[in-house]
């Protein structure tokens, strides 16, 4: 098993930023439909199938987070070999846990209040405050849950045998994939998302469906190795 990490920026270089300011998702351009090639004459905005573990944000949920990707060859599949399987997590989620802790901690004295209340309502007949505490333990829950689902996400996405294969998966929900059997997929290529910050994504095209927008705002140099990569593993042309 061979594992490549993409380089850093040239030295020649050097100011060239890493982490800038995300720019809002209206300023990315998918690829057209197929049936569209011939008429396309300009960008046509539309969301298509996103990945919501890349550097920019698509809920307000999602707490400060850093997304890295990682790339190994040669991973053994119930169905094959993998030619290549790229891999993107988000890490560093101080922020979320810190949240998450204040969350439970806000939930049990809540809980702990209500059954002091209930208590105290039986024998000294207060007015209750269950009927108040308990919605709000409950939303306090439901957010926590969000962030939790928004926070702690991956997206895997492999090549076997020609066979193109996409899964993102996030906490305590269940994986949603996508498989586009070889010769489904039209296009594969890196468009530039913020070409002054050096920031992009890569977006594949299949034959039937939205457009697949992956590793947005990621460096171009990462990018640029992982289209090579998958163009050859799916038996593109190379990008000229």
């Given at each position: 098993m061979a594992q490549a990490t993409p380089p850093n920026p040239p030295p020649s270089e050097p100011n060239r930023p890493l982490s800038p300011d995300l720019v809002p998702l209206s300023y990315a351009q998918p690829i057209p439909n197929e049936e569209m090639v011939e008429e396309y004459t300009g960008p046509v905005v539309q969301p298509g199938i996103l990945d919501y573990a890349s550097p920019r944000s698509f809920s307000k949920l999602r707490l400060a987070s850093r997304s890295v990707i990682s790339w190994e060859t040669g991973l053994a599949r119930r169905?094959?070999?993998?030619?290549?399987?790229?891999?993107?997590?988000?890490?560093?989620?101080?922020?979320?846990?810190?949240?998450?802790?204040?969350?439970?901690?806000?939930?049990?004295?809540?809980?702990?209040?209500?059954?002091?209340?209930?208590?105290?309502?039986?024998?000294?007949?207060?007015?209750?405050?269950?009927?108040?505490?308990?919605?709000?333990?409950?939303?306090?829950?439901?957010?926590?849950?969000?962030?939790?689902?928004?926070?702690?996400?991956?997206?895997i996405l492999e090549t076997i045998e020609g066979e193109l294969r996409l899964a993102f998966k996030a906490a305590l929900t269940s994986p949603q994939t996508y498989t586009w059997n070889p010769g489904e997929i039209v296009e594969v290529r890196l468009f530039e998302t913020d070409p002054a910050n050096y920031l992009g994504e890569l977006q594949i095209l299949p034959k039937q469906n939205e457009v697949v927008r992956l590793f947005i705002d990621h460096h171009v140099d990462q990018l640029k190795q992982m289209e090579t990569a998958l163009r050859k593993a799916l038996e593109m042309p190379p990008v000229e």
């Open positions: 169905n094959g070999i993998s030619d290549i399987t790229i891999t993107e997590r988000l890490e560093g989620r101080s922020r979320a846990v810190a949240a998450l802790i204040f969350g439970g901690a806000v939930v049990l004295v809540l809980t702990a209040h209500m059954i002091l209340a209930d208590v105290l309502f039986r024998s000294r007949n207060n007015i209750r405050t269950t009927p108040v505490l308990a919605p709000v333990a409950a939303i306090v829950l439901t957010v926590m849950f969000l962030v939790i689902r928004e926070t702690w996400r991956t997206t």
